[in-house]
């Protein structure tokens, strides 16, 4: 079968399962995720052959002479349709039973269906036109998803996330206009071949402008501010796809544009996207460290890994920029290795979040507590997820990130002064992100998980239902396997590596990249490395654990031979038993980060005290605490302020006054009057 059958085949399953959900049929509803499903696995199957090589050319349906709906798909959007492929195959699985208590599923069924097809439309679109359709229905529809609860908090994010998208809209119809304009082509292949004839300066502003109309969806900050609410505000199957795959379209369409169209560009290109990286990692896992909502925390850590693939697109930039080509595969390779680790164990960690907020009925991890003894299964996916994510080995977010480190850190190879600097900065801030990102897990997973109920729902809680706790189980097998096999994953990047613009040839860069399921070797005596040589093995890292852990075991066994183990209660200060009360909360976890990171959490605090008699004799005292979203209050606080106070304005011309509208058609009629000819 051709690979335009097998696409025919797996957007039919989707129209299908979205027509199906309108049913006035209540036990279809209950099945309906089974289409996307088969959907999704179709749609796998036809990436995989994509990244091998195949080529995809369908549904080319001109309009006009300008405008023409057309897909095509080669490696590298088979990659990224990969990514679309597994979460959603999990994610729908685990939907059967998440879903199962919503008043509008067929409504939701739908918006469902319709939103994972709208992100393959994006990644398979051709031409300027099909993008846009399709990039625009897309938000459309997540707007819809976000929404879904209609409350008044989901409203909020949802107005915040469709102004925000739309003013990254703006700016990618503006740089299609530019390309449009020089090159007379709105196709994406016809672009790519005359983009050279591009002036240097236009090639500057389309790529300034592709970092903030891709960058504002992939919430890099500052255009971050939409994502840790609509997050948190969409239900949790919604927040896994969002964060695990619709913010890589961004990733996707700024290294469509900017790497495999214009071809890279100068160094500052790339020195400019390290620093993009580095302030988002940073700041992102800062903030996801401090907030108490375990869906917020887990929609600020994806603004940390935006950045982290993005510290691996930059450094591929610079190394291209100063003629090291080989390099630069591997820095994108890494990067692209992260986009595929963080859409398998956010959408894991996603669906763990949204297990215990379905059981426990609240976000606040300060209400939660001992969820480990009521949800085990739970409570080890998202401990896998977690350890994933912490770039533990063996797990995959390990790889990726040492490979990240590796093409950092051998910027020192680059002729150029600044790439010799920008390039270990952005290492030291990797380090800096990763040991955060340990603490914010810990944290997480320790408050939410271990210890005791802090309230009656959290000691309620019980599992998840069969088909949840089986998506999220896939998942946490392939946090697994993608650590464990990096070969795999390496060969299969390699071949997308070549199919951009700028680079060698697919066996160039595997010779100077090995990878085998037990081995990355990283050697090489040309210039480009200068005969330094690293390596990885992740099978040699589980070995010697597991010979670790026994010879601790036969340690213990030794010593303790012939003692007698005696249980008892946890040091408790002489009072009989402990309590819920007595637990470290989420909020005194990350007091000593806060006193460190102090400049930048701006922390504010309130005391509130109420007397009997003043000032002797005290009723009560109220402490409130908090930070400053500083992004928040110096850009966007006086950004809106700006616009209230001249949309005030304006708004005296609609006062209502029908002799005023009258004037303003005279007005028009003298000026055309005048001007008309």
């Given at each position: 079968m051709d690979p335009e059958s097998f696409l025919y085949i797996a957007v039919s399953f989707f129209i299908l399962g979205a027509v199906a959900s309108l049913l006035p049929l209540k036990k279809v509803k209950d099945y309906i995720y089974l289409l996307p499903v088969s959907g999704s696995v179709i749609f796998g199957i036809l990436s995989f052959s994509l990244v091998?090589?195949?080529?995809?050319?369908?549904?080319?349906?001109?309009?006009?002479?300008?405008?023409?709906?057309?897909?095509?798909?080669?490696?590298?959007?088979?990659?990224?349709?990969?990514?679309?492929?597994?979460?959603?195959?999990c994610v729908s699985i685990f939907s059967i039973g998440y879903t199962s208590s919503f008043t509008n599923k067929g409504l939701f069924g739908f918006l469902y269906n319709m939103f994972i097809l709208s992100m393959y439309a994006v990644i398979f679109s051709a031409n300027i036109i099909t993008f846009l359709i399709s990039w625009e229905t897309m938000s459309v529809l997540s707007y819809?998803?976000?929404?879904?609860?209609?409350?008044?908090?989901?409203s909020k994010a949802g107005l915040l996330y469709i102004v925000m998208t739309h003013i990254?809209?703006?700016?990618?119809?503006?740089?299609?206009?530019?390309?449009?304009?020089?090159?007379?082509?709105m196709d994406f292949a016809e672009i790519k071949k005359l983009s050279s004839q591009i002036p240097e300066n236009l090639r500057h502003l389309i790529f300034i402008f592709s970092i903030i109309g891709f960058g504002t969806k992939a919430g890099i900050i500052p255009l971050h501010t939409w994502l840790p609410k609509a997050h948190p505000a969409a239900p949790s199957n919604i927040s896994s796809l969002m964060s695990g795959v619709m913010i890589k379209t961004g990733i996707y369409g700024f290294i469509r544009i900017s790497i495999d169209m214009l071809g890279s560009g100068p160094e500052w290109w790339g020195v400019t996207i390290i620093i993009i990286g580095t302030i988002s990692s940073v700041l992102g896992v800062l903030y996801a460290l401090i907030v108490n909502d375990i869906k917020k925390l887990l929609a600020y850590s994806s603004i940390e890994n935006?950045?982290?693939?993005?510290?691996?697109?930059?450094?591929?930039?610079?190394?291209n920029a100063?003629?090291?080509?080989?390099?630069?595969?591997?820095?994108?390779?890494?990067?692209?290795?992260?986009?595929?680790?963080?859409?398998?164990?956010?959408?894991?960690?996603?669906?763990?979040?949204?297990?215990?907020?379905?059981?426990?009925?609240?976000?606040n991890m300060e209400?939660?507590?001992?969820?480990?003894?009521?949800?085990?299964?739970?409570?080890?996916?998202?401990?896998i997820g977690s350890v994933s994510i912490c770039a533990l080995p063996p797990f995959n977010g390990f790889v990726s990130e040492w490979l990240t480190y590796q093409s950092l850190l051998l910027g020192f190879q680059a002729d150029s002064v600044l790439?010799?600097?920008?390039?270990?900065?952005?290492?030291?801030?990797?380090?800096?992100?990763?040991a955060i990102a340990a603490a914010c897990f810990v944290k997480a997973f320790g408050i939410s998980f271990l210890g005791m109920p802090r309230s009656r729902q959290a000691e309620n809680a019980v599992e998840s239902t069969p088909s949840m706790t089986a998506g999220m189980a896939v998942l946490a097998v392939l946090c697994f396997l993608s650590g464990i096999f990096p070969g795999t994953v390496i060969n299969m990047l390699s071949s997308v590596i070549g199919s951009l613009s700028g680079y060698n040839t697919n066996n160039d860069l595997l010779s100077y990249l090995h990878a085998d399921n037990f081995f990355i070797f990283i050697s090489d005596s040309s210039k480009e490395i200068g005969n330094a040589i690293t390596s990885l093995s992740p099978v040699s890292i589980i070995l010697t654990m597991i010979v670790m852990l026994i010879a601790l075991l036969v340690f213990i066994r030794i010593v303790n031979r012939g003692r007698k183990i005696t249980y008892a209660d946890s040091w408790d200060c002489g009072?009989?038993?402990?309590?819920?009360?007595?637990?470290?909360?989420?909020?005194?976890?990350?007091?000593?980060?806060?006193?460190?990171?102090?400049?930048?959490?701006?922390?504010?605090?309130?005391?509130?005290?109420?007397?009997?008699?003043k000032p002797l004799f005290v009723k009560a005292m109220k402490y409130s605490g908090g930070i400053t979203p500083f992004i928040d209050k110096y850009i966007y606080d006086n950004v809106t302020g700006f616009i209230k106070r001249i949309a005030n304005k304006v708004r005296l011309m609609q006062s209502g006054s029908l002799h005023l509208y009258l004037g303003y058609i005279l007005i028009t009629l003298i000026i055309l009057l005048i001007f008309g000819d």
């Open positions: 091998s090589g195949s080529n995809l050319n369908v549904f080319s349906f001109p309009i006009s002479s300008i405008f023409e709906f057309k897909f095509h798909g080669d490696s590298f959007s088979g990659f990224f349709a990969i990514l679309i492929s597994v979460l959603a195959f819809f998803l976000v929404t879904f609860e209609r409350d008044e908090k989901s990254g809209t703006a700016f990618i119809i503006i740089l299609f206009l530019l390309l449009y304009g020089q090159t007379g082509s935006i950045g982290i693939i993005l510290l691996g697109v930059g450094a591929s930039m610079v190394f100063n003629g090291l080509y080989l390099l630069s595969g591997i820095a994108l390779i890494a990067g692209l290795y992260h986009a595929l680790n963080h859409s398998i164990f956010k959408g894991l960690l996603f669906m763990s979040a949204g297990s215990v907020v379905h059981a426990a009925h609240t976000k209400n939660m507590g001992g969820l480990l003894k009521a949800m085990p299964y739970t409570g080890l996916f998202f401990l790439a010799k600097i920008i390039t270990p900065l952005g290492g030291a801030a990797l380090a800096l992100t990763g009072i009989p038993s402990l309590t819920p009360r007595m637990q470290y909360t989420s909020t005194a976890f990350t007091k000593p980060i806060k006193i460190i990171f102090k400049r930048i959490y701006l922390p504010k605090r309130e005391i509130n005290i109420s007397y009997l008699v």
